[in-house]
């Protein structure tokens, strides 16, 4: 997987003295994914993997909502791990797993869980990754989402994207612009784009949550329960 266009920990903000990362993000989104969230999710149990959980703050928030579940923090970049493992410890919430070490470039990224295989998930949270990636990230992750994902579970997107090959706001526009140019390969997705992309794994999109900041968090689940629902 790619590195983060600014890696947590670098960007000139305070470290704590165990590892914790501070992401000015979370304190402005982390309500409102947790809204979205909430809709689906409450009264659930079951085991949920956070695909890049990043400096490890959005996990813990959730880990402290939904007690019922269990939450698997992942990243591929070793000072993320370092910090998600320390927010966990800080946090003392016994519903986090410790954080997996996941490359979603990889299709099979699901038999990086102990004992090799994943659990069956209730969902597959993904903020802010697949932007900052090639599209073999986007491949990779939806492949392996539907691959765990039980019949009722559900992969939830989070960030900004195109609609109809075209951007909501012209910030979007400019971040989409300075992706491109640090490489081809990155850039703002188009919702289309991943909805044929979740049509070749089964999944389907259900939901396009209007966010903060002009992003968005669209939410998948699998073909057949949404044409039951029909």
């Known amino acids: 997987m790619a590195d983060y266009v600014v890696e947590f920990g670098k960007d000139g903000r305070q470290v704590e003295p165990d590892g914790r990362l501070d992401a000015p993000t979370f304190h402005r989104n982390h309500q409102a994914i947790r809204a979205v969230l909430q809709r689906y999710l409450a009264g659930q149990s079951g085991d949920v993997v956070e695909a890049g959980s990043g400096t490890g703050q959005h996990v813990v928030d959730f880990a402290r909502h939904f007690p019922d579940i ?96 075209k951007h909501t706001a012209l910030s979007n526009a400019v971040f989409d612009t300075s992706l491109r140019d640090r490489d081809p390969e990155w850039g703002v997705r188009d919702i289309g784009d991943l909805e044929k992309l979740a049509a070749s794994v089964g999944l389907v999109l259900v939901e396009a949550a209007e966010m903060p900041a002009n992003n968005l968090v669209l939410v998948f689940e699998r073909r057949a329960q949404a044409s039951d629902a029909d």
């Open 70 to 165: 269990v939450w698997w923090p992942s990243d591929l970049n070793e000072v993320h791990l370092k910090s998600i493992a320390a927010w966990r410890a800080h946090a003392g919430l016994e519903n986090i797993r410790a954080p997996l070490r996941l490359d979603l470039s990889d299709p099979a990224w699901c038999r990086e869980w102990p004992g090799g295989s994943a659990p069956p998930l209730l969902a597959v949270f993904c903020a802010n990754v697949i932007h900052i990636a090639p599209w073999q990230v986007a491949e990779g992750l939806f492949a392996g989402a539907a691959r765990t994902l039980r019949p009722d579970g559900r992969l939830f997107l989070y960030g900004p994207f195109k609609r109809d090959g």
